[in-house]
C-alpha cells in the first residue's frame, strides 16, 4: 500500500511530495504516508504505529491531536473556514503574542513561517532604507528568493544550499556569516556602512542539525545592530514557544526588533505572523507604506488552533521545565551508549545527534557529520518502529506526549544500533 501510493505520488508531484524533506532521499527511503495521529505516535497507511520525533518538524509540542485543539478546531470549523474579514481570535492572537513575548508589540498573522520572514526582511528594509541584509551559512529561513543562499534544511540536504531560478540580482543582497563567528559579522559591516538593513537569525540553528549560539553570540549581534544602525531579526519559527513561552528571546535574554513565528503558534495548522517594535510595524500597510498581504492570513481555524495550544502551554507552568529535563536526560542516554561515537546537541526540548565525534558549534562542524551513517541509524529505527527526521540536519523534536515508556522503548532501540555498530 505505502509503496503503490509512493508511485502514484511520484507521477503527478516532484519527488512524490509536497516538501523535499519527507521524500526521504536523503537517507535512501521512501516516505511512509501516514494515516494518523495521536500523542507521540504516528500510524502509516500499512498500520504501522511509530513514536514520532519529527512531530511534524515543530508544530506538535503538545504530541499529535491534543483533544483540546481539536475540540476548539471543530467548533471553528462549524463557524465557517474563512472569511476574508477579520476575527475576534486574530485580536485574541495579537494580544497573546504582545503578552507573552514583550518584543511583538505589533505583529500580522500570515500562512506560513516563509511569508513571516520574507515580509519581516521587507519590512526592515522599509524601516532603514537601506538594501542589504546578513544572514548565516546553514540557517534556514524559508523558501523566498532572498533566503534561499547558503541555506540550511532541504536545501541542504538536497546539496542545493543556493537554488536554482533565484536572480543574482535578488540574492547580491544578501551576504552571509558564519554562525557562532563574531569576526565574519564584524567584517561585513565593516565592508558595507550604512548598507545594512538588518541581520536575521535563527537564534538556536535547527536546520543544520541543532546548534547552539555560543555564549554571548545572540547579545554580540544585538550590540552590533545598534551600533551600526541595523535591525535584528530573530527567525523564530522552530524556537518560538518551544524554548519558552516567549521563545529563545526570552531563553536567552535577548529582544530583537522583529522576530517571525510559525510552527507551534498554528497549533497544526500553516500559519507564520510576523512582528516587533511598534514604531517599525507601524510601516505595514495600510498603516504604512510597506505592503504585504493575504487571504488566509488570520484564518479562523488556524487561530483556533493557536489560540487553545498556547492557552495550554501559557496555563502549564511546569511544560518547559518538564521537556527540558525530560529531553536533557534523553540525550545524556544518547551520549552514554553512543561512547564518544556521536555529538548530541540539545536544547529545551530540540536535539540532533551528529555523526561526529567532534564538538558541532557551525556550519562547517555540522558538515563532518557522516551522512550515510546517519541513514544508516534512520533506516534501523524506521524499522523498529521509530520515527525521526529523514535528514541529519533537520531536528528531533520532543513533545509532552512522549512518556516514559516511549523513551525507554526508543533507548532500547538505539542501544540495539549502537551496539551493533
Ligand atoms: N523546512 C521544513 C523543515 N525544516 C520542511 C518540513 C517538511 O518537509 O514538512
Do not use: W
Request: proline share 5%.
Amino acid at each position: 500500500m505505502n509503496k503503490t501510493l509512493y508511485e502514484r505520488a511520484k507521477k503527478h508531484m516532484p519527488g512524490g511530495v509536497n516538501s523535499p524533506v519527507r521524500s526521504c532521499r536523503a537517507v535512501g527511503r521512501i516516505p511512509k504516508f501516514i494515516k494518523s495521529t495521536k500523542g507521540a505516535y504516528l500510524t502509516d497507511v500499512c498500520g504501522n504505529e511509530m513514536i514520532d520525533y519529527v512531530c511534524s518538524f515543530g508544530p506538535g509540542i503538545l504530541g499529535h491531536a491534543h483533544p483540546a485543539v481539536i475540540e476548539k478546531v471543530k467548533a471553528a470549523c462549524d463557524e465557517g473556514l474563512t472569511y476574508g474579514a477579520p476575527t475576534e481570535r486574530e485580536v485574541q492572537m495579537a494580544e497573546l503574542l504582545a503578552e507573552l513575548v514583550p518584543s511583538m508589540e505589533v505583529s500580522r498573522l500570515v500562512s506560513s513561517g516563509t511569508e513571516a520572514v520574507m515580509s519581516a526582511v521587507r519590512v526592515a528594509r522599509g524601516f532603514t532604507g537601506r538594501d542589504k541584509i546578513i544572514k548565516f551559512r546553514g540557517c534556514y529561513h524559508g523558501h523566498s528568493d532572498g533566503l534561499l543562499v547558503k541555506a540550511g534544511s532541504g536545501a541542504l540536504t538536497a546539496s542545493l544550499p543556493d537554488s536554482a531560478g533565484i536572480p543574482a540580482d535578488i540574492t547580491k543582497n544578501t551576504l552571509v556569516a558564519e554562525y557562532n563567528n563574531e569576526e565574519s559579522v564584524k567584517a561585513l559591516f565593516e565592508a558595507n556602512p550604512g548598507q545594512i538593513a538588518a541581520v536575521i537569525v535563527e537564534p538556536v540553528a535547527a536546520n543544520m542539525g541543532v546548534v547552539l549560539p555560543a555564549r554571548g553570540f545572540l547579545q554580540f549581534l544585538r550590540s552590533m545592530t545598534k551600533q551600526y544602525g541595523a535591525l535584528l531579526i530573530f527567525d523564530e519559527v522552530i524556537t518560538g514557544f518551544r524554548l519558552s513561552l516567549g521563545g529563545a528571546q526570552e531563553y536567552f535574554q535577548v529582544k530583537p526588533d522583529l522576530s517571525a513565528f510559525g510552527k507551534i503558534i498554528g497549533g497544526g495548522m500553516p500559519v507564520g505572523a510576523y512582528g516587533g517594535r511598534e514604531e517599525i510595524m507601524r510601516l505595514v500597510a495600510p498603516d504604512g507604506p510597506v505592503y504585504q498581504a493575504g487571504t488566509l492570513s488570520g484564518n479562523p481555524v488556524t487561530t483556533a488552533a493557536g489560540l487553545a495550544t498556547l492557552s495550554i502551554l501559557k496555563e502549564d507552568t511546569g511544560i518547559y521545565e518538564r521537556l527540558e529535563k525530560r529531553t536533557a536526560g534523553f540525550a545524556g542516554e544518547i551520549r552514554d551508549m553512543a561512547k564518544g561515537r556521536v555529538t548530541v546537541n540539545q536544547t529545551g526540548s530540540l536535539l540532533s545527534i551528529f555523526f561526529t565525534p567532534d564538538p558541532v558549534t557551525d556550519y562547517p562542524s555540522a558538515l563532518r557529520s557522516d551522512t550515510a551513517a546517519y541513514a544508516d541509524y534512520y533506516g534501523f529505527l524506521l524499522d523498529r518502529g521509530i520515527y525521526v527526521a529523514p535528514s541529519q540536519f533537520e531536528a528531533m523534536f520532543v513533545s509532552d506526549a512522549h512518556s516514559g515508556e516511549d523513551f525507554a522503548r526508543t533507548l532500547e532501540v538505539m542501544r540495539e544500533y549502537f551496539q551493533a555498530i
